[in-house]
């Protein structure tokens, strides 16, 4: 599977937290993935146990947080996003989205109430960037922001947020004098509802909904320290390189699960594996796997040196996602009619994966992005 003794780099430190990732995932995760599926459940006690094990918010190095590298936290996305995209969707909406944010931009009124708490996965976070009519095009949101001489306050509706009907902190971005501005909101201020979008196929595991914002007054001190879309994009920057290697996770999975099926299953008069078709799905399948994670930690590697560029983001991301669905969507073939049962997880991983090409930026966005860097002409 690993043709490149890919975890030949990782520290002694690195491997230990993985192995407990891994051990968290098939003790917490695995016997309750079906059902929490099949139910659109969301468990608020799942952040709990990331939190005692010390994973939330992994990069940060204040408030007791592991202070690791990119490198490991994208390997324990890989990992979590191996059992369900929706939990990965969870970790790293809480990691990237909120709880570093608070601590990059944040003031010490603000970390002092939120960071430790969130990392200990007491309460649950949410980021606020999607509009009803601005996806792709964040930029033109409508929510707004009014200074008064104590407040900020708050109009506006988000739509397609992760966690938002059990989040207890939001992160809320509003435009103020044309000017976008980050805000961090908590569940008990007044003029606050956050309904469940009902009905997704995909991600169910994840809960998805809206924030309606009505005069929602904000104390000073909760507004962040950036200005303009580099406050929202630098945040997606980790999410997104944690995107690229959760889904190849779920990619690696469904390989697994797709070799082990095909030593069983006879076709022919003898096993599916030793077919010359299912040798060639399963090299390219293997190859594309390979070159996407050396992909990946390639670009950790930079993040981590600092020298990172944010088209190298929507490269791994734009790729990683392209190819875990057709690994997804081809392993499902080869499954042949179970390919499609719950019981062997990979059409599960496949709805998953369609969510997670669309947000933080969608496949055309970064290949959008990429052509700007390339071609020196933004075609938007
Ligand atoms: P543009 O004019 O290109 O740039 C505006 C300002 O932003 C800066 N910037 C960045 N800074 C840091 N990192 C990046 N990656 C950056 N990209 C841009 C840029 O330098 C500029 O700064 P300044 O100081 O000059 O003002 O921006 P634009 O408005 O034209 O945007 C273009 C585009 C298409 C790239 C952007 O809008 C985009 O990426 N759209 C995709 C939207 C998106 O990704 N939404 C994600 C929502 S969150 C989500 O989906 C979470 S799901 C989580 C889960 O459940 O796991
Ligand atoms: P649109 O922007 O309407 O795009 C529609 C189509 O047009 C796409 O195919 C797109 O690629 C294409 N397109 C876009 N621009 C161009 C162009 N210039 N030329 C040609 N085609 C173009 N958002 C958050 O803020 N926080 C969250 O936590 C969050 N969680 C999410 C969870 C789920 C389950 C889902 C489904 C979405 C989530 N999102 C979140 C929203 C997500 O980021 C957006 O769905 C995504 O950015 C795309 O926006 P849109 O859905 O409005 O699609």
């Known amino acids: 599977m690993h043709l490149f003794k890919l975890y030949g780099k990782c520290s002694s430190t690195q491997r230990a937290i993985l192995r407990s990732v891994k051990s968290f995932c098939e003790k917490e995760l695995v016997p309750r993935v079906r059902s929490d599926y099949k139910n ?3 468990d ?8 005692d094990m010390g994973i939330l918010g992994p990069t940060i190095k ?12 994208g390997l324990i996305a890989k990992e979590i996003e191996s059992i369900d995209s929706g939990y990965r969707s969870m970790y790293s909406v809480q990691s ?4 570093n944010p608070i601590s990059r931009y944040g003031s010490l009124d603000v970390k002092e109430k939120y960071l430790e708490h969130l990392k200990n ?4 976070g949410c980021f606020g960037l999607t509009e009803p009519n601005a996806g792709s095009d964040p930029s033109s949101m409508t929510t707004v922001a009014h200074e008064t001489d104590t407040h900020y306050i708050l109009n506006g ?3 397609w947020i992760s966690n938002a009907p059990i989040a207890d902190v939001m992160i809320v971005w509003a435009k103020m004098n044309d000017v976008i501005h980050g805000f961090v909101l908590d569940r008990e201020m007044k003029g606050i509802s956050t309904p469940k979008i009902d009905g997704k196929l995909s991600l169910r595991t994840s809960v998805t909904g809206m924030i309606y914002l009505d005069d929602v007054s ?4 909760h507004k962040l320290s950036v200005i303009g879309m580099k406050g929202p994009f630098s945040c997606l920057n980790s999410a997104r390189l944690g995107i690229s290697f959760g889904v190849l996770g779920a990619a690696e999975a ?20 030793k077919k010359q078709l299912f040798q060639m799905k399963m090299a390219n399948m293997v190859s594309e796997y390979n070159l996407a994670l050396l992909a990946a930690m390639h670009v950790a590697e930079h993040a981590d040196n600092d020298t990172l560029h944010p088209e190298m983001i929507s490269l791994v991301k734009r790729n990683s996602c392209e190819k875990s669905l057709y690994i997804a969507r081809t392993c499902r073939d080869i499954l042949g009619g179970n390919g499609i049962s719950e019981e062997y997880d990979i059409f599960r991983h496949l709805c998953n994966l369609e969510t997670v090409s669309t947000y933080e930026g969608t496949h055309d966005i970064h290949s959008l992005i990429l052509g700007a860097h390339i071609c020196k002409e933004k075609a938007f």
């Open 157 to 159: 509706t988000k739509t």
């Open 62 to 73: 204040e408030y007791g947080c592991l202070g690791e590298s990119y490198m490991t936290y």
């Open 218 to 221: 904000v104390p000073k001190t």
């Open 254 to 273: 469904c390989i697994q699960k797709t070799l082990s099926y095909a030593g069983d299953r006879v076709i022919f008069g003898e096993p599916l594996l």
């Open 40 to 42: 659109e459940h969301t």
């Open 44 to 51: 608020k006690t799942i952040f709990k146990k990331m939190g």
């Open 121 to 124: 996965g007491d309460y649950v």
């Open 96 to 99: 990237s989205l909120v709880m």
